[in-house]
């Protein structure tokens, strides 16, 4: 079993930044994949970015929402992944959720290839 707690969110103005935190425990695995998703009220859970890892190689993928402005990245020693979120829009106020693909690696950005979810943190982006 693996736990995940995000943490945060918050409230920014348009323009703005926030770093988002995902600290997992439990069990750990030398291949997989981890994503942070988001969901806006009155909308779908969408992929936003994920980053996966097997050996010495490390992938990074995103959604073309996000490019340019949000940053996936890792540190292992803590068993953490950060989401370093600039020039934020109102468009990407949602629930912020961290979710884990144990043994999978690449572009996975359904929802359902995804074996555990952490609670979802709120990021509120202001006009």
């Known amino acids: 079993q693996v736990q995940l707690v995000e943490s945060g969110g918050g409230l920014v103005q348009a323009g703005g930044s926030l770093r988002l935190s995902c600290a997992a425990s439990?069990?750990?695995?030398?291949?997989?994949?981890m994503a942070w998703f988001r969901q806006a009220p009155g909308k779908e859970r969408e992929f936003a970015t994920a980053i996966s890892w097997s050996g010495g190689m490390v992938y990074t993928y995103y959604a073309d929402s996000v490019k340019g402005r949000f940053t996936i990245s890792r540190d292992n020693a803590k068993n953490t992944v950060y989401l370093q979120m600039n020039s934020l829009k109102p468009d990407d106020t949602a629930v912020y959720y961290c979710a884990v693909a144990p043994l999978r690696l690449g572009a996975l950005s359904r929802y359902d290839e995804y074996d555990y979810w952490g609670q979802g943190t709120q990021v509120t982006v202001s006009s």
């Open positions: 439990g069990r750990t695995f030398s291949t997989y994949t």
